[in-house]
Nanobody, 118 residues
C-alpha cells in the first residue's frame, strides 16, 4: 500500500529550526510531485513548499527565505528545512505526493505537529 510517513515535528522556541522528513513507499517516487502543506487551527490547508522539478520549487510568501524543500530520490524522501521559526508557523504539516501525469492521483501523509513557542 501507499504510505507517506512523516517525522521531525515537535515543540521548539521561536528562532530555532526543525527538519521535517517524509518517506514514501508504494509509489514510483520519481513520477510524483512532492509538496508540503500546513493547516493551523481555524484556517484552511495551504501549500507551504512544492518541489516541481530540480530547477523549479515554490514557496508560500510567509516562508520564503526561511524554509527549503529538498528531495532525495534515492531514499524516496522529501524534506522541509524550517529555519528561523515563528509562532505563526505553528500548524499541522502534511506531506503530499501528486502524480505527474494524472494529478487527481495523490496521497497524503498523516500530518505532524509543529509548535513554535515565543
Amino acid at each position: 500500500q501507499v504510505q507517506l510517513v512523516e517525522s521531525g515535528g515537535g515543540l521548539v522556541q521561536a528562532g530555532e529550526s526543525l527538519r521535517l522528513s517524509c518517506a514514501a513507499s508504494g509509489i514510483i517516487f520519481s513520477t510524483y510531485v512532492m509538496g508540503w502543506y500546513r493547516q493551523a487551527p481555524g484556517k484552511q490547508r495551504e501549500l507551504v513548499a512544492g518541489f516541481i522539478s530540480s530547477s523549479t520549487t515554490n514557496y508560500a510568501d510567509a516562508v520564503k527565505g526561511r524554509f527549503t524543500i529538498s528531495r532525495d530520490n534515492a531514499k524516496n524522501t522529501v524534506y522541509l528545512e524550517m529555519n528561523s521559526l515563528k509562532p505563526e508557523d505553528t500548524a499541522v504539516y502534511y506531506c503530499n505526493a501528486k502524480n505527474i501525469r494524472d494529478s487527481w492521483i495523490n496521497y497524503w501523509g498523516q500530518g505532524t505537529q509543529v509548535t513554535v513557542s515565543s
